[in-house]
C-alpha cells in the first residue's frame, strides 16, 4: 500500500508497509501513481513520455528506479503483520502506568470538559492516601519485567489533593529501589493552585507537567472560567511561566483544546509560543455533536489549511532560531515506535488503566463513569474479564474502517475512548478524527521531508 499527496512544493510517496518517505519529482510521481492504479506499466511510459514531451528512455530509466525500490521492500510493500497483531497484544499482560484521579473535583468549570467539570458524572471525591498507596502497590505487584512506572496524577483538578499527591509520591521513592523498579510521575493541571511548593516540588520529583492553556485569552477565558464564571487567562499565565521557566524550558508541555469556536487553532498555539512556550498541543475537542462548540465539517477545510500553516510556520522559525513543538508534529522516521505500538496504540484496558477516588479500575481516564467499563479494582484486580478480552484485542486489525487506510500503523487504529462514544464499540472509527489524524501525520512527513531536503 502507498500514499501519495503533495504539500508544500513537495511530492511526496509513503509506502506504508515499510515506513519508506520518497520525495519524487513529477514523472516519478505520475508513474507511481499509474502503477499503483494497475496500469500496464510500458503503457503508463508510453503515456507519461507523451504528456511531459520527454524521451521514453527517461520513463524506463525512471521505471527501473521504481522496480529496484520494490524488489528492495521500500515500495509497493505488502503488509507482514497482519497474521501477528492479536499474538502481539495477548503477549502484553503486565501493567505498565495508572493514571490517578486524585481528585474528583475542580476549581474550574470549563464548558467542554469531557469529565463533567471534574466529577466524571458522579460526586465529588479525594483520593486518600491509603487507597492511593494501595494504587502504587497494585502496579508494582502487577508489573511484571517493567522495570520504568508511569504514573499520572490527574483530575478533576490534582492540586485540590496536593498534599496526597507529594506523600504519594514519596512513599513510591521509598519502596521502588527495593521493588526493582522506576517511578515517572506526570502532573497535569489547570494551574490554578500553582505555588512556590508545587514549583519546587515538581522540579525534583515529577518528569512532566502538563499545562491547560487553549491561547489567545479571549479564546481560553470563553471557555475556561471559574466557578463564579470568571476566565482564569490572567490567574494562571503567570504561574505557568514561572513554572516553566523554573525548570530551564524542559519537561513540560502545554495542551490546549480548540472547538468551534477557534478553527484558527494556529493562532492560539503562535501564541502560546510567543509567550514563551515552546512544547505545545492542541487538541481537538471531542463531545456531542450537538453542543454548540462541537466541530463541524464545515470547520474541517479551515482545521486543513490551519494544520499546513503550523507546519510552515514551524519550519520557518526553526531556520530563524526559535523552534517550537508540536505534540501531533513529532515523528521519528528512522527509530519511531516498535511494530507493537504501531498496531496496538496506547495499551489502554491491557497496560494502562485509570484508579478513581475510591480504589475503582477503568481502561483509561476517558472512561470512567461508564459503568460498563469498570474493570474490577486495585484489591482484587482485573475481574471484568469480557471488558478485558475486548481490550485485548482492540488494535489496528480489529477495525474494519482501518484495513485500506494509509495511516493506520501511525494511529494504531485511534483512541478507543473516542471510537466508543462516537460509535458504541471500542472497535470501531471515530470518523472526524481520522480526517483530522491524517492531515496531521502528511505535515509531520512533510516538515521530515523538508528537513531532510535541506540537509542535503
Aim: with cysteine; aromatic share 12%.
Amino acid at each position: 500500500m502507498i500514499h501519495q499527496y503533495k504539500l508544500n512544493g513537495y511530492n511526496i510517496v509513503l509506502d506504508v508497509f515499510s515506513g519508506s518517505v520518497h520525495l519524487v519529482d513529477e514523472v516519478a510521481y505520475d508513474l507511481i501513481k499509474a502503477i499503483d492504479c494497475g496500469e500496464d506499466k510500458q503503457a503508463a511510459c508510453a503515456r507519461i513520455a507523451k504528456e511531459y514531451d520527454l524521451p521514453i528512455e527517461e520513463l524506463t530509466d525512471c521505471l527501473s528506479d521504481i522496480e529496484e525500490l520494490t524488489a528492495a521492500k521500500k515500495l509497493f510493500t505488502n503488509d507482514p503483520y497482519a497474521g501477528y497483531a492479536f499474538d502481539f497484544k495477548n503477549r502484553h499482560n503486565s501493567i505498565k502506568a495508572l493514571c490517578l484521579h486524585v481528585a474528583h473535583t475542580c476549581n474550574l468549570n470549563c464548558e467542554y470538559c469531557f469529565a463533567g467539570q471534574g466529577k466524571f458524572h458522579g460526586k465529588s471525591a479525594l483520593m486518600s492516601f491509603e487507597t492511593g498507596k494501595r494504587a502504587l502497590d497494585f502496579l508494582i505487584e502487577n508489573s511484571g519485567t517493567h522495570k520504568n512506572l508511569e504514573v499520572d496524577f490527574f483530575g478533576g483538578e490534582p492540586l485540590m489533593n496536593w498534599e496526597v499527591v507529594k506523600q504519594l509520591v514519596l512513599y513510591a521513592r521509598s519502596v521502588e529501589k527495593d521493588a526493582g523498579k522506576n517511578f515517572r510521575f506526570t502532573l497535569t493541571t489547570n494551574g490554578v493552585g500553582i505555588d512556590d511548593d508545587v514549583i519546587d516540588f515538581c522540579n525534583k520529583e515529577m518528569y512532566n507537567v502538563v499545562l491547560s492553556l487553549d491561547g489567545r485569552k479571549e479564546i481560553h477565558d470563553s471557555k475556561r472560567v471559574d466557578l463564579q464564571g470568571r476566565g482564569s487567562y490572567d490567574l494562571i499565565v503567570p504561574k505557568f511561566k514561572k513554572l516553566v521557566e523554573s525548570r530551564g524550558g524542559k519537561g513540560y508541555y502545554m495542551r490546549g483544546t480548540f472547538t468551534h469556536a477557534n478553527p484558527d487553532f494556529t493562532k492560539d498555539l503562535f501564541h502560546m509560543a510567543d509567550l514563551g512556550f515552546t512544547e505545545l498541543s492542541m487538541e481537538p475537542v471531542v463531545c456531542d455533536p450537538s453542543m454548540p462548540y462541537a466541530l463541524t465539517d464545515e470547520d474541517l477545510p479551515t482545521l486543513f489549511e490551519h494544520y499546513e500553516i503550523l507546519a510552515k510556520e514551524m519550519l520557518k522559525r526553526k531556520k530563524e532560531g526559535r523552534p517550537f513543538t508540536f505534540y501531533h508534529y513529532m515523528l521519528d522516521l528512522s527509530h519511531g515506535p516498535c511494530i507493537y505500538k504501531r498496531i496496538s496504540g496506547c495499551g489502554s484496558g491491557t497496560e494502562y488503566f485509570a484508579v478513581t477516588p475510591s480504589g475503582d479500575l477503568y481502561p483509561c481516564h476517558q472512561f470512567v463513569g461508564e459503568e460498563e467499563y469498570r474493570m474490577g479494582d486495585i484489591w482484587q484486580g482485573v475481574t471484568n474479564t469480557e471488558k478485558a478480552n475486548e481490550f485485548k484485542h482492540c488494535n489496528v486489525y480489529a477495525k474494519k474502517e482501518c484495513d485500506d487506510c494509509w495511516a493506520k500503523l501511525y494511529c494504531s487504529g485511534g483512541c478507543a475512548a473516542n471510537a466508543y462514544h462516537a460509535t458504541g464499540s471500542v472497535n470501531g472509527a471515530y470518523e472526524y478524527g481520522c480526517k483530522l489524524f491524517k492531515k496531521r501525520i502528511e505535515c509531520a512527513i512533510m516538515m521530515k521531508a523538508a528537513e531532510s531536503a535541506e540537509e542535503n
